[in-house]
């Protein structure tokens, strides 16, 4: 089955924390996959990964992909308030252009 | 402004009273989706269009139909709606005939069927 699996579900940490967020799929054949954080409404893009081991930054987000061992993890360093959201990981396949999402983690930032 | 624009943004309606919700998108985008939401499911693609007159089942059509008469508008028709359609929609739009690039998202149409 396309299974995209978030872990974890939830995650509560400070202000100022690194936290990891991971994102594993089930298939190969694979052509992309995509962050998204999602607020209380539409989901916002964060990065979309097509190539293994090269890294996406964007301000204190970062993201890399492991096609061998199918997963891409998204860091963010010195975490603030504004980071609590939802965050959402995506995967496209090369056989048709349907989009894969999985449930997300919730993630929450104590002051 | 770019945007993908939906409508009704709220919609509480009956079982099995005919209804859609439209979506537009001022891009001129080829690619274009729907998605719902529901807590603990995440995002589920419902159907998607690679073009004018191409459309293509996502993971959870039943109950749903799509139209792309022109390249900017990609309706969701709900012929007979049922309680368990009831839901966040997204529509989505990309460019370059393919969803490599960054989805924009629509603001979401909160659906309920009583």
């Known amino acids: 089955e396309d299974k995209v699996v978030q872990s974890p579900l939830s995650l509560v940490v400070h202000e100022g924390d690194t936290v990891t967020l991971n994102c594993s799929y089930e298939?190969?054949?694979?052509?992309?996959l995509l962050w998204y954080k999602q607020e209380k409404k539409a989901p916002t893009f964060l990065f979309m990964l097509t190539s293994s081991g090269i890294e996406k930054k964007s301000g204190r987000l970062s993201s890399i992909l492991d096609k061998k061992e199918l997963f891409s993890i998204l860091n963010i360093t010195a975490t603030q308030t504004g980071d609590s959201a939802v965050y959402l990981c995506?995967?496209?396949?090369?056989?048709?252009?349907?989009?894969?999402f999985g449930k997300g983690t919730r993630l929450h930032i104590l002051p | 402004e770019a945007q993908v624009t939906q409508n009704p943004r709220y919609l509480i309606t009956v079982t099995g009273k005919k209804l859609t919700v439209t979506c537009s998108q001022n891009m001129n985008h080829e690619y274009m989706s729907w998605y719902r939401q529901d807590p603990g499911l995440g995002l589920r693609q419902i159907y998607y269009s690679m073009n004018v007159e191409v459309t293509d089942k996502g993971d959870v059509p039943e109950g749903y139909k799509v139209s792309r008469k022109e390249k900017r508008n990609f309706p969701l028709i709900l012929e007979s709606p049922s309680p368990n359609q009831t839901s966040l929609y997204f529509c989505?739009?990309?460019?370059?005939?393919?969803?490599?690039?960054?989805?924009?998202f629509g603001p979401g149409t909160r659906l309920t069927v009583l």
């Open positions: 989505a739009s990309s460019s370059s005939g393919r969803p490599y690039n960054e989805q924009f």
């Open positions: 298939v190969t054949n694979f052509r992309s």
């Open positions: 995506a995967r496209l396949m090369n056989r048709d252009d349907k989009i894969i």
